[in-house]
């Protein structure tokens, strides 16, 4: 019943920077969980960051800690992602996630609805 669909990715070199769009269409946006997790080739599904139903609580892998920085629109029933100073280890395909709930969830399974992701590659 919700679906979710990423946009914003694309090439850009070591440092540089971008903004990814999650829309969410469906009821009850406002009481969902949003996470943003990436997958490179080769290895598995890995977290990135998460905003609860409000966003005073967020979480953010250690990795993305100061580099990368969540927020949600709930008027335009869309979450962000901006990435900033990308390093090549960032270069993977970007998926919103969302689910009913309160907090920052971090564990894929804990996820119910999936966008089909957005890609960003950094170069050297």
């Known amino acids: 019943q919700v679906r979710l669909t990423e946009s914003g990715g694309g090439s850009v070199q070591a440092g540089g920077s971008l903004r990814l769009s999650c829309a969410a269409t469906g009821r009850y946006f406002n009481g969902y969980a949003l996470g943003w997790f990436r997958q490179a080739p080769g290895k598995e599904r890995e977290f990135v960051a998460s905003?609860?139903?409000?966003?005073?609580?967020?979480a953010y892998t250690d990795s993305v800690k100061g580099r990368f920085t969540i927020s949600r629109d709930n008027d335009k029933n869309s979450v962000y992602l901006q990435l900033d100073s990308l390093q090549l280890e960032d270069t993977a395909l970007y998926y919103c996630?969302?689910?009913?709930?309160?907090?920052?969830?971090?564990?894929?399974?804990?996820?119910?609805?999936w966008g089909q992701g957005t890609q960003v590659t950094v170069s050297s």
């Open positions: 905003i609860g139903w409000s966003d005073r609580e967020t």
């Open positions: 996630a969302g689910r009913i709930g309160l907090s920052a969830y971090t564990s894929s399974s804990e996820y119910e609805y």
